[in-house]
């Protein structure tokens, strides 16, 4: 029975289709899902990625581990494919009611959950959480949760942030009341991220740093060491109450080992001494990997995109001719080769990747401009940096050390020189290079980056990589990178958020034709929108893969 | 660190030119010796073929390879028997992931293949070497000069003068090389900077060559030091002060001759270490910067090649091996045709 359980098994995880999966996975008998719990996961990563705090810590490295340990009022559905982005009542018992225009949302608050310490889950840990997110000045708390009313006065006084009015709890009833100040349609999506998971009341206010802190999830971390590993246990007072929201996990233990290199983490993987690598594949294995061990590569889309800010504030590019004319002449095609080829990014135009809502095939920066992007036009991007009357300026392409962006900076450095700039690239360390970039201090005309969606929402990469409010001159945290504050754009894109409260698809349209507004302006480079390369162990099955948190380790088994 | 030197140079007389009795003089007994040397001769040889190899490389890449080095050559083709082929080769095989660079041709174009950016190995190899060598030449230079002028005024000066030298040179001394060097980079790199009237832009190779040529001050400046003090107490320099011949004079005609062996003698040494140097900082990113080359930079756009096209590791790793191996052995014999002791010397 184990065998062709096993067999079985390695099929679904050979398969890999969402719906395919998932009907599979229906139609198992239950003894055979019984089979596959138990058994250690073992992950790599080269490197550990900093606190342990859900509310604080931003990685794309442990996001995908905190949905297993925490929990929000909502969260993603925990399934694979493009379902993964609906939002659903995870710690609350069923959708929010909604009331006073869109302003408050009402949640009743599940019974009978415990945290991982084994204290009962009330609703004066859900309002402290909320308080903690400010008082821990989490990263998103001045743009995800300022909408909150009272969140004005925690971002100014955090240690004595209360919310007052804003988050409120009734014990008698078991609800929660949010109010926010205007209405907000992804206020759901921005409760279901680990940053507004919900702790015990009385957990530190201050970064937990290595500390775990406990949880309502499958698991629960029971060690923490950045230089060596982090461990994953169950919650033994775990009970599944959703399996969209937080299904039991397969595994019984998950360590993630810390150090090494992305190649000798490959050889492990491949001799079954570990499961999964964090790092991306090595370029120069790929092509031997997708030969000899391609049931055990997984392809995934992602909601992200490559992408070179051009500072609008400092030369050469706060010439818009200047900007038009290096999208006129990058080759999408020779940066998607420096990525892996076709197989594992796409030419983009826009700056919303094809898979987040309100995409719209459109490109104009292309020998024949239309739905796609086809090659580049030398010629017009010559014509445009005469025409800026900027020809000759010194440029410097800022790119963070990995091998994938000295690449696309030292392509785009070719591109520049062709162009008639005196072009160089600096490679400075990717620890510190996303800050670097942001600081106008710096003055960096042209850089390298990634952005990666937070919630499928297309304010999450248009209004908070060209908003207004993201713009802030001397900060590090200045994530609109390119400087640029147009107040039409920034009002409709305002309008558009509010829209999305009463009338999506028209919402949907207007940040469409934002985005092609926006890249009339050419504020930055898009690129390429990546894909998710996961190598795997033999032994792993059923792989499912989200958008929103990448691997499901917890719905994965190992036996 | 650099290898303790026992160069005792030249008898003091010679190197006053005040040999008596000998036929030959000091400076044409060395160049003999070297001369006499079938180690001195090929090493130095080979040597002189790699700084002229790599001085014509402007000339490969525009009449051999016909490529560009600094440039992507992401879309570019060549032809392979008669048939155009892409430089970067896309995966068609299993799942098609993956561009993998041509390998090496052993022709003309792309001799040891392209690298991750389509770019000629071979071309950058040349472009790269040059650039290796002018920073370890220039730093050596560099090193040498002010470890001379730090070593002898503390060692002819002695007192204050002494204290505050070798403490200063203690104080570096305590800083790991690497360390210093890595740490120095960063901060200079980052921005461009003003030496004197001179503009210094972030990607110079200035850089680079001041880095090297200072962090390595304190381990020759030290060992000079020595030296000084050993022949300042010497009785040639007793004799001359006895004599009232002046401070200053005894330094130029006595003292810096029989320093100037010990420098000599560091000199390829040092070389060869900062060669190393400047290929582990330009592996690291902190060296030199692209798109420039150096066989550092080679190295690290090789890296991750390594399972693909181990060429582009090979290639700079092998020219540093051996210009290192070269520089060592001239090295030694030329220390031994300085050593008046040594039986090559005599």
Redesign the interface.
């Known amino acids: 029975m184990s065998e062709s359980l096993s067999l079985m098994s390695r099929m679904r995880g050979r398969i890999l289709c969402g719906t395919a999966a998932l009907a599979l996975g229906a139609a198992m008998p239950a003894f055979a899902d019984e089979s596959h719990y138990g058994g250690t996961l073992k992950l790599l990563g080269v490197s550990s990625e900093g606190t342990l705090d859900p509310m604080i810590n931003y990685t794309a490295r442990y996001w995908p581990l905190f949905i297993w340990t925490h929990d929000g009022l909502m969260a993603f559905k925990k399934v694979n494919g493009p379902e993964s982005a609906e939002v659903v009542p995870d710690l609350a018992e069923d959708m929010p009611v909604l009331s006073n225009d869109g302003k408050t949302y009402t949640f009743k608050l599940r019974q009978g959950i415990k945290f991982s310490n084994g204290k009962d889950l009330t609703v004066e840990d859900v309002v402290a959480s909320f308080q903690r997110i400010f008082k821990v000045s989490s990263p998103t708390s001045g743009s995800f949760y300022n909408g909150i009313v009272g969140a004005d006065k925690c971002l100014a006084e955090a240690a004595t942030c209360t919310l007052e009015g804003g988050v409120i709890g009734d014990a008698a009833t078991n609800t929660i009341t949010i109010n926010l100040v205007a209405p907000d349609a992804e206020f759901l999506y921005k409760i279901a991220v680990p940053h507004a998971s919900i702790v015990p009341a009385d957990t530190i206010t201050k970064d937990a740093g290595n500390e775990p802190i406990p949880g309502t999830g499958t698991y629960a971390f029971e060690s923490y060491d950045p230089n060596a590993s982090l461990i994953m246990v169950r919650n033994p007072h775990f009970q599944e109450w959703s399996k969209e929201a937080q299904p039991k996990g397969y595994v019984d233990r998950i360590e993630y080992t810390f150090g090494g290199t992305e190649?000798a983490a490959v050889n492990a993987i491949l001799n079954g001494q570990a499961d999964f690598m964090y790092e991306p594949v090595?370029?120069?294995?790929?092509?031997?990997?997708?030969?000899?061990h391609?049931d055990q590569?997984r392809?995934s889309p992602l909601v992200a995109w490559w992408y070179a800010p051009l500072n609008v504030n400092i030369a050469p590019f706060n010439s818009l001719e200047a900007r038009q004319a290096i999208n006129y002449a990058v080759?999408r095609?020779?940066l998607v080769?420096?990525f892996?080829?076709?197989?594992?990014a796409t030419p983009v135009c826009t700056i919303l990747p094809p898979d987040m809502p309100g995409h719209v095939d459109r490109c104009d920066y292309t020998a024949d401009p239309g739905e796609f992007w086809s090659a580049p036009d030398m010629d017009k991007a010559l014509e445009l940096v005469e025409a800026s009357g900027t020809k000759g300026q010194k440029v410097?392409v800022v790119t963070d050390?990995s091998?994938t962006s000295?690449?696309v900076?030292?392509?785009l450095?070719?591109v520049l020189?062709d162009l008639g700039y005196d072009a160089?690239?600096?490679?400075?360390s990717g620890d510190i290079q996303f800050t670097y970039i942001q600081n106008t201090n710096n003055n960096v005309q042209i850089s390298v980056t990634q952005w990666y969606q937070d919630y499928p929402a297309p304010s999450n990469f248009l209004n908070v990589l060209f908003g207004c409010d993201s713009f802030t001159p001397g900060s590090d945290s200045s994530v609109n990178m390119s400087g640029i504050c147009d107040k039409g754009l920034d009002d409709r894109m305002k309008a558009a958020m509010a829209l999305g409260s009463t009338d999506q698809e028209a919402a949907l349209r207007e940040w469409g034709d934002i985005d092609y507004d926006f890249m009339k302006l050419a504020p930055a480079i898009p690129m390429f929108t990546p894909k998710d390369?996961d190598l795997i162990s033999a032994r792993v099955g059923n792989y499912e893969f989200t958008s929103q948190f990448h691997w499901l380790v917890g719905t994965a088994w190992v036996q | 660190m650099l290898p303790e030197t026992d160069s005792h140079a030249l008898s003091p007389a010679a190197a006053a030119g005040e040999e008596t009795g000998a036929r030959r003089g000091p400076w044409k007994r060395v160049f003999q010796g070297l001369i006499a040397s079938p180690t001195a001769m090929i090493s130095a040889g080979l040597l002189m073929l790699i700084v002229v190899a790599t001085l014509l490389a402007p000339v490969y890449a525009k009449h051999v390879s016909g490529t560009d080095p600094?440039?992507?050559g992401?879309?570019a083709k060549i032809k392979i028997d008669g048939k155009p082929t892409p430089v970067?080769q896309?995966?068609t095989?299993?799942?098609?992931?993956?561009?993998?660079p041509i390998g090496p041709t052993w022709g003309p174009q792309y001799m040891l293949g392209a690298d991750?950016?389509g770019r000629d190995v071979a071309a950058r190899m040349l472009y790269g070497g040059r650039n290796s060598l002018l920073i370890a030449g220039a730093s050596t230079l560099i090193c040498l000069f002010f470890a001379a002028i730090i070593g002898i005024a503390a060692g002819y000066s002695g007192g204050v003068v002494d204290g505050v030298l070798s403490n200063l040179i203690d104080m570096i001394w305590a800083f790991p090389v690497y360390l210093l060097a890595i740490s120095l980079s960063i901060v200079m790199?980052?921005k461009s900077f003003a030496l004197g009237p001179f503009e210094i832009?972030?990607?110079s190779l200035i850089v680079p060559i001041l880095i090297i040529g200072l962090v390595y001050v304190p381990y020759v400046a030290r060992p000079i030091r020595g030296r000084v003090m050993a022949i300042n107490q010497s009785e040639f320099i007793m004799a001359a002060r006895g004599l009232g011949i002046r401070r200053w004079k005894i330094l130029l005609r006595h003292i810096l001759p029989n320093v100037s062996t010990t420098l000599i003698v560091f000199a390829p040494m040092l070389m060869a270490l900062n060669i190393v140097t400047e290929s582990s900082l330009s592996f690291l990113?902190v060296g030199v910067?692209?798109?420039n080359a150096s066989w550092g930079t080679i190295l690290q756009d090789g890296q991750?090649?390594?399972?693909?096209?181990p060429w582009v590791s090979l290639a700079p790793g092998f020219a540093i091996m051996v210009t290192v191996l070269l520089l060592n052995l001239f090295g030694d014999v030329l220390r031994d045709v300085l050593d008046p002791k040594s039986a090559r010397g005599r």
Do not use: K
């Not at chain 1, 090595?282 to 000899?292: F, G, H, M, N």
């Not at chain 2, 095989?93 to 993998?100: H, K, M, P």
């Open positions: 190649e090595p370029t120069d294995r790929l092509a031997e990997l997708s030969v000899s391609p590569l392809v080759d095609d020779a080769s420096i892996g080829g076709p197989a594992l410097t050390d091998v000295r690449g900076g030292t392509y450095q070719t020189t160089t690239v600096q490679s400075i390369v | 600094f440039r992507s992401l879309s970067m896309q995966s095989e299993g799942l098609g992931l993956g561009v993998t991750g950016q790199i980052g832009s972030s990607g990113s910067q692209p798109p991750t090649l390594l399972y693909s096209r």
